[in-house]
């Protein structure tokens, strides 16, 4: 489903634990991070896409969090050529995104990167609320940085005063203090144990989910 620009509807979720750090997951069979994030389906609202999109790509269900914020407008992003199958280029364009702010109720081992059988993560942590973008797929990038802008300011702010902006290039607007909120633009509204995987680096603090498929083929 496209709109007349070619961009897919689509959602993107921060995920807070209550130290207000956030959800940080690895693509499956990359070394690329990223948030959670998916389409929206024809004949969904963006909030029923996002509660769709937390079950299946973290096994959360809609009583293991609260929604704090979402983004007033489309946030867009452009997929380069060579991410495009050769039938969808031309027509194809990229993603626009809503994304939300939820704040975890559950446990830790209330997620579950196994919930469906297509996963999307086989590994997670929990991260500072700027993340490094330099581990995220480049052209993410921009949209990225304007979530986690636009939705800052609905962090408690004893938690924003902590926060740092990352070596990633994110910087305060020219003027802005970076301790206090961004402008207001938004809308309130198992861990499990680390697998030895050769070649595979994860940072501290880091939970593995291997591939059982992939498992299954390494025996």
Not at 108 to 127: C, S
Not at 166 to 186: E, F, H, V, W, Y
């Amino acid at each position: 489903m496209l709109d007349r620009d070619g961009f897919r509807p689509n959602v993107g979720i921060i995920l807070l634990n209550q130290k207000n750090q956030v959800f940080w997951g690895k693509r499956i069979r990359t070394h690329s991070w990223q948030f959670p994030q998916g389409g929206i389906d024809r004949g969904e609202t963006p909030e029923q896409a996002m509660f769709r999109e937390l079950h299946e790509e973290v096994g959360l269900m809609p009583n293991h969090v609260r929604v704090v914020a979402r983004t007033r407008d489309w946030l867009r992003y452009e997929v380069p050529d060579r991410y495009i199958r050769r039938d969808a280029r031309g027509h194809y364009k990229g993603q626009k995104q809503i994304w939300f702010l939820l704040q975890l109720l559950g446990q830790d081992w209330d997620l579950n990167l196994r919930a469906t059988d297509h996963p999307e993560f086989d590994a997670w942590r929990w991260n500072d609320y700027w993340v490094p973008l330099d581990v995220v797929v480049e052209f993410k990038r921009g949209v990225y940085e304007m979530a986690l802008t636009e939705l800052a300011r609905y962090i408690p702010r004893s938690e924003q005063q902590r926060n740092r902006y990352l070596r990633s290039g994110m910087r305060p607007r020219d003027g802005q203090d970076p301790s206090q909120p961004a402008p207001r633009t938004a809308q309130p509204l198992r861990s499990h144990g680390l697998l030895q995987n050769p070649g595979m680096e994860l940072p501290p603090g880091a939970s593995f989910d291997p591939d059982p498929q992939n498992e299954a083929n390494n025996r």
